[in-house]
């Protein structure tokens, strides 16, 4: 092996002949590209649901549709915290030399508003189901986006890792 790709040498396990700080910059920078495509999208979300108590069908829901609703608010402001907390924690430890500490962090703050994203997504396509068509068919819309999302999001990525990763 030349001396260039041996570990410690500049070279990442993928073959770029970067240093730690150049690879946790562009680390950082994926993942600010990656949560620059869900930030939006969930900002809208939470905003949307916020403003449901206001309107007059509301009062129309059941109970236990109304504690649903809540449920999914929260997760949709659990989404909205998780997905911007990677720039929150960026500007506070901000050239005091911590980014893996930062990088680390990020990726566990999208992964977390990620799986709170799913939930809320889940739950917002039940309670439309079941307001415009009844408990049967959100019971149904609500288990395949589930499966859909843990599928997608979660059993597909993991199956396209490499085995010696764990």
């Known amino acids: 092996m030349p001396a260039a790709e ?7 396990d ?4 970067e240093t730690e700080t150049e690879r946790l910059d562009r680390n950082w ?9 869900v930030q ?3 900002q809208l979300l939470t905003g949307f649901l916020l403003t449901l108590p206001f309107q007059a069908r509301f009062t129309t829901l059941s109970q236990p549709m109304r504690w649903l609703y809540l449920g999914v608010v929260a997760a949709s402001i659990g989404a909205t ?17 911590r980014i893996a500490k930062v990088v680390i962090a990020a990726h566990r703050y999208a992964l977390a508003g990620l ?3 799913g939930l809320a997504l889940t739950g917002v396509a039940f309670l439309i189901f079941d307001t415009v068509a009844g408990a049967v068919p959100a019971s ?9 999302f843990v599928w ?13 990763q764990p």
């Open 29 to 37: 920078n994926s993942l600010m590209q990656e949560l620059r495509v």
């Open 40 to 42: 939006t999208g969930v």
């Open 152 to 164: 997608v999001w979660l059993v597909h990525p993991w199956r396209q890792r490499p085995e010696h």
């Open 140 to 148: 149904v819309v609500g288990t395949v986006a589930a499966c859909l």
């Open 14 to 17: 993928d073959g770029r002949a």
């Open 115 to 117: 799986g709170l994203l």
């Open 81 to 97: 915290v998780c997905l911007i907390a990677p720039v929150a924690a960026h500007r506070m430890l901000f050239r005091r030399h």
């Open 6 to 12: 041996r570990p410690g040498s500049g070279y990442g």
